[in-house]
Structures are given as structure tokens and as C-alpha cells.
């Protein structure tokens, strides 16, 4: 089959998604939906694709677990769902390249360009991952390890070699609190195709690269994943390296795990006028790695002055006091300032924060922009 026709069977997807790219299918939802709803509705739930979406036959399906376990299997769908118990976590899944285009507009950045809005949240349920490790007799109290997942995505890219992969230290994986699953549903309903149907990994507090859809494999191993997309990609760099002198950092530099804090502003939308004078609420999402955002700072003044916003009750938490899910905040003003720059940054309880400076922590795949987030709002007259 040709790369063309691979594409022949994809999934009906909304019209209004901001299309970053057609082939993968690479989507983000508009802000103000992502702002509405604190459980992302399904449809709106931003597509990350490296390859044709694959169409599996539920009834035929089984996933391998091998590798350094003492009983290795392959397990079905209905063996997944019969044997282990059921979880359910609320967990926001963020693109390592979200707000990518704010990085490329410094400077040229290789990979898909996204906005604000690669990423959403959603209610998974599944099995833990680290039941079915213990069940096939994993090493699960060796830190040195790492479990390596494989998904069914037919890439067609050569290096791509075995498919989309990625893996994520035992010390995660194995932690009943770290709350991994392999997720069969999302927001009460079998998975869609574009989101791993008929199971996906599903890691709270990393980016989104580490939770394979379509899983075809777990492989227990003495080191991280081979894949292209654990070796090869979703790493920052210093700003100083760029494709000339790239090859002497691939291997020394750590491939990317955790989620830094992140904040963004969703309303107004970039370039929206408001009218000077006018009542207006600023507001937006923030998230960290499963630690509790404690504060987002606003300023109208481009970061001369701040005050701090209303975060919204009602993060949900997973174990042991994890929050994985984002934390919505807003911010009312009385008589707008336009024309305005609005900043927003910040700060998770523990004490981690956003850098100010685009420029610090550009790197030149695009990833990790967690930087202040600005949005110029021209003035427009109140009558």
C-alpha cells in the first residue's frame, strides 16, 4: 500500500479543529473550548499522530509483554479487561510541542506547529500498569530498568524502523501511586481510534510522547526504548545547538519525562481587541507534573507589575496527593487597559516556576516552551 492510500481509512474528526497537519493528522481544539470544559470533550481532545491511524479488529487483538520478566504472554483485550482490576484516573495530557509556533517565531524550529491548545483532559479507565508487570514477575523494585512500549502505528518513515516507540523508567512504572494505565476507555467510552483504540499507555505528569496509543508491545529492559522518538527526538537542547553540531548532543542529553509548570492565557485569543474601559475577564489553564499549581501571576503591563488570579477549586487528584489533571484560573478587571500586553506565569507548591525569557530555553526541536506567556491586546472603541 502506498504512503497515499494509508491514509484512505482515517476517523471522522471535527471541522473545526485547528489543523496543523493533514498527514499525520495533527489537531489542536480552539481555546475557548478547552477553557469550557474541565473534562475535555472527546471530539475536542487534540490528535498528536506520527503516522496513519490504524484500524483494529478488537476481537483479534493482543499486545506482548516480554523482555526481563520471568513469564512473558501475549494478553487480549478481554484478558486485560476480565483479569486485573480496574482504575480510573483524570489525567491532562500535554504535547512536548505545545506553543511550538511562539518558539519558531524567535527563530525556526523543526517539527509541527502547535498554539496553545496541544493539549486536554480526560477521565481514562484501564488496567494498572504495574499489576500486569507484577504478574508477569518484572523486576519491580530495580530502579535501573525501564519498560519500553511499542504502538501499532504503521509508520512509514524509514528510522522509524518497528513503529511509533517510547518508554519510561521502572521507578515509574512500578509505582502503584504514579497511577500508569493501560487505558481501554477515555470519558466513559471505548477509546477512539485516534487516541489508541482498543489500548494505550497512559502516563500522568509526562509528556504526552511517553503514552503510546495502539499498544503493541512491553518490553522490560536493562535500558530507555531504541526508538527514534525516545533517542532522536523530544529532547531541549541548549540554544546554542543547531543541526550542524546536533549529532554530539543526541547521546549526552536526557530524553524528556516529566512536565514542567505551564501556564497559558485562553481568553482573550491572541490578537482580540477589547474595548478600553470595558469589563473584561482574563483567563487560561496551568498544570505541572503532578504537583498542585499554588498561584498564577497576571500583569496588563508586560510584566512591570503583577496580581494574582482566581484558581479554581477542584483539581483532581490522583494518589498520594498527585495532581495530574490542569488547574483553571481567571482574572476580572474592572476597566480593561487596552491597548495591553497580558502576562501570565506560575508556580506549582513546589516552588517551581516559568522562565521569563523565550530566549533562555529555546532549542531548536521546539519543545518545552513553558515560558511567560504574552498576548498583545489592541484597543478597540467601547461604543
Same mark, same amino acid.
Given at each position: 500500500?502506498?504512503?497515499? *492510500?494509508?491514509?484512505?481509512? !482515517? +476517523?471522522?474528526?471535527?471541522?473545526?479543529?485547528? =489543523?496543523?497537519? +493533514?498527514? $499525520?493528522?495533527?489537531? !489542536? $481544539? $480552539? =481555546?475557548?473550548?478547552?477553557?469550557? #470544559?474541565?473534562?475535555?470533550?472527546?471530539?475536542? @481532545?487534540? =490528535?498528536?499522530? #506520527?503516522?496513519p491511524v490504524p484500524d483494529i479488529n478488537p476481537h483479534k487483538y493482543k499486545f506482548v509483554v516480554d523482555g526481563m520478566v520471568a513469564k512473558p504472554r501475549e494478553v487480549s483485550l478481554h484478558e486485560l479487561k476480565a483479569k486485573y482490576t #480496574? #482504575?480510573?484516573v483524570m489525567c491532562t495530557l500535554m504535547c512536548a510541542g505545545n506553543r511550538r509556533t511562539e518558539m519558531s517565531n524567535l527563530k525556526t524550529v523543526k517539527g509541527v506547529g502547535w498554539g496553545n491548545a496541544a493539549l486536554s483532559n480526560a477521565i481514562w479507565k484501564g488496567v494498572r500498569l504495574c499489576d500486569v508487570l507484577e504478574d508477569v514477575g518484572a523486576e519491580m523494585d530495580n530502579p535501573h530498568l525501564h519498560v519500553d512500549f511499542y504502538g501499532g502505528d504503521p509508520c512509514v518513515e524509514e528510522n522509524y524502523k518497528k513503529g511509533y516507540g517510547s518508554s519510561i523508567p521502572m521507578s515509574k512504572a512500578a509505582d502503584p501511586q504514579g497511577d500508569v494505565i493501560l487505558a481501554f476507555e477515555m470519558n466513559g467510552e471505548p477509546l477512539p481510534r485516534d487516541h489508541g483504540f482498543p489500548v494505550r499507555v497512559i502516563v500522568p505528569g509526562y509528556i504526552g510522547a511517553r503514552s503510546v496509543k495502539w499498544l503493541k508491545s512491553i518490553t522490560v529492559k536493562s535500558d530507555e526504548s531504541e526508538s527514534f522518538f525516545q533517542r532522536r527526538d523530544y529532547k531541549v @537542547?541548549?540554544?546554542?545547538?543547531? /543541526?550542524?553540531?546536533?549529532? *554530539?548532543? /543526541?547521546?549526552?542529553? +536526557?530524553?524528556?519525562?516529566?512536565? %514542567?509548570?505551564?501556564?497559558?492565557?485562553?481568553?482573550?485569543?491572541?490578537?482580540?481587541a477589547i474595548a478600553t474601559? %470595558?469589563?473584561?475577564?482574563?483567563?487560561?489553564?496551568?498544570? %505541572?507534573?503532578?504537583?498542585?499549581?499554588?498561584? =498564577? *501571576?497576571i500583569s496588563l503591563d508586560g510584566g512591570k507589575s503583577w496580581q494574582t488570579a482566581r484558581i479554581f477549586p477542584g483539581e483532581e487528584k490522583g494518589h498520594d496527593n498527585r495532581y495530574w489533571a490542569w488547574a483553571f484560573w481567571d482574572f476580572h478587571v474592572d476597566q480593561f487597559p487596552s491597548p495591553c500586553e497580558i502576562v501570565c506565569k506560575a508556580l506549582d507548591i513546589g516552588n517551581n516556576g516559568m522562565p521569563d525569557d523565550l530566549a533562555q530555553i529555546w532549542n531548536l526541536r521546539g519543545v518545552m516552551n513553558n515560558s511567560w506567556h504574552h498576548v498583545s491586546v489592541p484597543a478597540k472603541s467601547k461604543y
Open positions: 500500500m502506498s504512503e497515499v *492510500d494509508s491514509y484512505a481509512r !482515517e +476517523p471522522t474528526r471535527r471541522h473545526d479543529m485547528t =489543523v496543523n497537519a +493533514p498527514q $499525520p493528522y495533527n489537531a !489542536e $481544539p $480552539p =481555546v475557548e473550548i478547552i477553557r469550557s #470544559h474541565y473534562v475535555t470533550p472527546t471530539d475536542y @481532545f487534540y =490528535v498528536r499522530n #506520527h503516522a #480496574h #482504575h480510573t @537542547f541548549l540554544p546554542s545547538v543547531n /543541526w550542524d553540531n546536533v549529532n *554530539d548532543w /543526541w547521546d549526552r542529553t +536526557p530524553s524528556l519525562a516529566g512536565l %514542567s509548570v505551564q501556564a497559558a492565557i485562553t481568553n482573550p485569543k491572541l490578537s482580540e474601559g %470595558s469589563s473584561y475577564t482574563v483567563s487560561g489553564y496551568a498544570l %505541572s507534573g503532578g504537583n498542585r499549581i499554588v498561584r =498564577v *501571576d
